[in-house]
């Protein structure tokens, strides 16, 4: 079981369920990355957050080397979907495509 919020106990599983989506129909929750191209040093401040995410990747990673062996540009990819799909929500943003739309 993990201790992390971000990641499922069975992330292989979720990692296989996220691949088969139709994200042409749902969308694709991403992460944007801002690049800072003024050559100024970054400000110190407080991204709780972005440390979270840092510890849950690594984690997420090692999680799929212990099972796999050598990992790959997919596999990388993949973790990076199964955190993007629980981080901008209360709730796993797959699991939104998965509710009927309501009748109008």
Do not use: C
């Amino acid at each position: 079981m993990t201790t992390n919020a971000f990641l499922p106990d069975d992330l292989s599983a979720e990692m296989d369920r996220l691949g088969r989506r139709k994200y042409a129909e749902i969308g694709v929750p991403m992460y944007l990355v801002l690049e800072d191209l003024t050559g100024n040093p970054a400000e110190k401040g407080s991204h709780d957050g972005d440390t979270q995410l840092a510890v849950a990747f690594s984690e997420a990673i090692s999680r799929v080397e212990a099972e796999k062996g050598d990992i790959e540009v997919a596999d990388i990819a993949r973790v990076i979907e199964v955190l993007a799909d629980r981080t901008f929500l209360d709730r796993p943003f797959s699991e939104l495509s998965d509710e009927e739309s309501p009748e109008t």
